[in-house]
Structure formats: C-alpha cells, structure tokens
C-alpha cells in the first residue's frame, strides 16, 4: 500500500505575432510559445525514492511555429520546432514539417515528418517500491542504480546473463503521417490516415535477479534495438434528414518489429482494432429543442505488460447514450446520459479492476 500526494505545478503561454509583424497579408503566420512544469514527488517514501523529502523535478519548454499559405492558398507549408529542458536529462530540439494541399473544393490531402522525444516519467526515474513476492520496481536514474549496487552486486537475466545498467535516457522517435480529408456533397464527411514511426531508446524495463542480496528488480531501462509501429484510421459522418446523423470510425495500431531481445518489454497496450459506431440528432421535438446520441464503441483482445502484472485482455464492446433538452430563456441545457449504458464490466488492463456504468445528469448554463 502507498502513499501519494505529489502535486503538479505549471505554466504555459502562447502569442501570435502575425499581425504585429504585418505578416499576415502575405500568407503568412508565425506563433511562439513556451511553457514550465514542476513536479514534486512526495510519496513518504511508499511509492518514490524520496524519504528524505519532496523530490522536485524542473522542465521548461520553447516553441515557434511558421506557416506559408502559396499558390493562391493551394498549398500551405508549416515548420516548427521544439526546445525542452528537464533538469534531470540534456535538453532536446525537435523539429516538425508538414503540408496541407487543397486538390480541390472541400477535398485535402495532408503530409508531415516530426521527430519527438519522451522524457521518462517520474516513476521511470524515482520509483522505489516493494511488490508482493519481494520484488522491486526502481527507477533507472544513475542515483537508483547506484542505491542498489546494480552493477556492483551483478544481476541476472532470465537467460542467465548479467544486465549492465545504464542511467535511462529520452526516448527518441520519427514518424510519417499521410492523411486525406473531404466533405462530398455537404452531407458527407471523411478523414482517413496511416502513420509509420520509429522508436530509439525505447522506455522499457529491465528484470533479474541480484543473486547476493535474493533479491528481483525491474528497473527503468532503455532498448537498446529499435521499435517500429505502424498504424491507420478511417472515419466517416453522414447527415440525415431532420438533423439525424450517423458517424463510424475504425483504428488500428501495431508494433511491426522490436528488439531480439527475449526479456523486452514494450508496453505497447493498444487493442489492434478499435471500432465506433454513432446515431444523433441535434435538434427534434418542440423547436427542435431536444437531442440525443447513441454510440456502440468495440475494441480487439490484446496482450497487456504492465509492471505489476502480464496478460491477455479480452474483447469488449460497451454502449453510450445520450439525451438533451434546450432551455433558450436561459441559454442552457441539460443532459441526461450514460457511459456504458447496459453495465457490462471490463477490463482495460490486465489486473485492473473491472469498468461498470456510469450515469450522469449535467446542466450547462450560457452555453448557446
């Protein structure tokens, strides 16, 4: 059992200097930004390494964004790049292109690269904690490897080599997207995409045994292989007479390759297939004041890796629903609705608890 009270400070902040640089006349956009996070562990000691005190991690972000719209609004190209600092890891620069062309009325294709990074989480680099059957879960910063003599006091795979740690790095990845996006007709809109992305210095863990202190570690470590993934959407809406419309979209995302290495873990926890199908209307009954929505959401069985627990999900498919009313006096409206509607319990992860209904009613004032 533990103990967490570790609090969350930030701010962020983003200007728009299009106009006052008269930028704008020429198909041209520019926005800058940046942001500061601090987080501060404090878990008494049940969770994080911090039984001295709050554990205090600092990170600050820059960014600025350009855009050109050329060819009469044709083509319109964008360039970004990102600059972030975490005091616990050398800072990163992360650049992004992409290009929206118009092929012609209500019809779009979209192109862009990025490169991106993932600190690692705070319990990648704090976590201190005792599981049942005595093993335990560390963080792979330099200060926890040294903590448990990792490297001094050898431990050992299951294949019975001995593990080297290293201190864990930012995880590094590069991807591709290709999108098409359209509205035939004014009654029919589509939006579909695949995506291919890489991953060095994949955030994983490492597990053995220290054979002379008995005791099992899964410590936060890096791959050192390369992970790709690959993955596509297709997404659909419909309008019907009398405001009625009808939506489906289907997802899926996979791992294509990853690391020999037979210890690896990826925790790549995402069903293969997911699949949403809707109904709504926006407005019927008196002045058309009324609404509703009913959506049918499904996904696939996946193999889940957790840290405490591994093993198969099944499939599972839940109902949504939705009623609203308008009050135009006032500009408000109230729902009536459900998540789960027919409380069918699933899992979501392996060793979770199971997910029954959730029901709701909610009022929104000034809203229209």
Known sequence: MFLDKTSLYSAEGQYNLTDALGLAKSGTELLVGGSWRQYSLNSQGTLFADTAGRIKINEMGLYGQLSQKLFNDVVKLSLSGRYDKNENFDPRFTPRVSAVV?????NYLRFSYQEAYRFPSTQNQWINLVVSGGGYLVGGLQQMI???SLNTNPVYNAAGSVINFSPIRPERSNSFEFGYKAVVAKKL????YVYFASFNDFITSSNGLQVATGRAFSVAQNATGT???SGWGLSGEYLLPSN???SANIFSDVVNSQPSD??????FNTPKYRVN??????????KNRFGFGVAYKWQDSFYYQGSFACGNVDAFGTIDAMVSCKIPKIKSLV??????LLNHYYTNGYGNSQVGGLYYISFGYNVF
């Open 227 to 229: 992970v790709n993934t």
């Open 335 to 340: 729902k009536l609705g459900a998540s789960n």
């Open 102 to 106: 118009k092929l012609a009325k209500d």
């Open 146 to 148: 040294n903590y448990y």
């Open 189 to 192: 809109m589509i939006d579909a």
């Open 262 to 267: 037979p210890n690896f873990i990826s925790y």
């Open 244 to 246: 009625f419309s009808v």
């Open 277 to 286: 199908v809707g109904l709504s209307n926006s407005g019927f009954g008196y």
